[in-house]
């Protein structure tokens, strides 16, 4: 998980740089090198059936791979692709046979957590070519069911797959009726917590500021709760969470071009003991 999140963060970066016109040749080359040293680990690392395991080194041949750590890499490799980085229709191709063909059976669902992974999958088999419509149907039946990451990760994925749709409009109303408000803004949280995928707060309201950035940037629930992610950001720690903190960036970032902040211009004036700057 570490390597990917990493180089997300890295080429979120490197991304947003460019979106932005700011001109630094040497991060840009650094974080350029950065991203091609995880994306060859990556690569370097992929088992025979395509997919990925929980752990890469020495002794990672004789783990098997997983739908959940093949979905996350496969979800960042086409981030990669999408920056313009060169990843491969071999190692794409294969990880989206393994994906496909370990989806899990809707009618064998009966937790939350099969429910959620099965919603991740669909997410990051979108750009695939194999038919995904009975499994959307499934999930959406039960989108009550899901935790707040995987409702907003499945509304993406049926946006990409399906175009605009009744079922978007629905899928968002519930994201939002799910929210909850505070004082230090809105903010998501899982009803269910498996120690094998992700549920956070942190990470659900990253999740709720990507997916509402994309399609609803005009959401009265987008600003707060990406202060939401500012005000608690001092409680993410880079090197005991890459996961979060890779979600967290990539969130802000969204919001950024969601709301046109990107390309905001302020008129300001600096004084010091009276004197203008």
Same mark, same amino acid.
């Given at each position: 998980?570490?390597?990917?999140?990493? %180089?997300?963060?890295?080429?979120?970066?490197?991304?947003?740089?460019?979106? +932005?016109?700011?001109?630094?040749?040497?991060? !840009?080359?650094?974080?350029?090198?950065?991203? /091609?040293?995880? +994306?060859?680990?990556?690569?370097?690392?992929?088992?025979?059936?395509?997919?990925?395991?929980?752990? /890469?080194?020495?002794?990672?041949?004789?783990?098997?791979?997983?739908?959940?750590?093949?979905?996350?890499?496969?979800?960042?490799?086409?981030?990669?692709?999408?920056?313009?980085?060169?990843?491969?229709?071999?190692?794409?191709?294969?990880?989206?046979?393994?994906?496909?063909?370990?989806?899990?059976?809707?009618?064998?669902?009966?937790?939350?957590?099969?429910?959620? +992974?099965?919603?991740?999958?669909?997410?990051?088999?979108? !750009?695939?070519?194999?038919?995904?419509?009975?499994?959307?149907?499934?999930?959406?039946?039960?989108?009550?069911?899901?935790?707040?990451? #995987?409702?907003?990760? =499945?509304?993406? #994925?049926?946006?990409?797959? !399906?175009?605009?749709?009744?079922?978007?409009?629905?899928?968002?109303?519930?994201?939002?009726?799910?929210?909850?408000?505070?004082?230090?803004?809105?903010?998501?949280?899982?009803?269910?917590?498996?120690? %094998?995928?992700?549920?956070?707060?942190? =990470?659900?309201?990253?999740? /709720?500021?990507?997916?509402?950035? #994309? +399609?609803?940037?005009?959401?009265?629930?987008?600003?707060?709760?990406?202060?939401?992610? %500012?005000?608690?950001?001092?409680?993410?720690?880079?090197?005991?969470?890459?996961?979060?903190?890779?979600?967290?960036? %990539?969130?802000?970032?969204?919001?950024?071009?969601?709301? /046109?902040?990107?390309?905001? !211009?302020?008129?300001?004036?600096?004084?010091?003991?009276?004197?203008?700057?």
């Amino acid at each position: 998980i570490s390597i990917v999140s990493r %180089m997300l963060a890295n080429v979120n970066t490197y991304q947003a740089l460019q979106d +932005l016109g700011i001109e630094t040749p040497q991060l !840009e080359s650094d974080l350029s090198n950065l991203v /091609g040293e995880s +994306l060859q680990e990556l690569l370097e690392i992929q088992k025979f059936d395509g997919g990925w395991s929980w752990w /890469g080194g020495s002794g990672a041949g004789f783990l098997s791979s997983d739908a959940f750590i093949t979905a996350y890499v496969l979800h960042g490799l086409q981030i990669v692709s999408d920056a313009g980085f060169e990843v491969g229709e071999y190692y794409l191709d294969r990880a989206f046979e393994y994906l496909f063909n370990h989806l899990i059976n809707p009618e064998n669902i009966e937790e939350t957590a099969a429910l959620d +992974l099965l919603a991740f999958q669909i997410y990051a088999l979108r !750009e695939s070519n194999y038919s995904l419509e009975n499994y959307i149907a499934a999930v959406y039946n039960r989108r009550s069911d899901l935790n707040p990451w #995987a409702l907003g990760l =499945f509304t993406l #994925a049926v946006d990409q797959i !399906e175009g605009s749709s009744a079922r978007i409009n629905v899928l968002l109303g519930d994201l939002e009726a799910a929210a909850v408000w505070s004082e230090t803004g809105v903010h998501w949280e899982s009803q269910e917590i498996s120690w %094998m995928l992700p549920g956070t707060p942190l =990470f659900n309201t990253a999740v /709720g500021v990507l997916t509402l950035s #994309a +399609l609803d940037p005009a959401s009265t629930s987008l600003v707060p709760a990406l202060r939401y992610l %500012m005000t608690h950001r001092n409680a993410l720690n880079p090197a005991s969470s890459p996961f979060e903190s890779a979600w967290v960036l %990539m969130a802000a970032t969204s919001a950024l071009k969601g709301t /046109g902040d990107y390309q905001a !211009e302020y008129p300001f004036q600096a004084f010091l003991n009276d004197r203008l700057f």
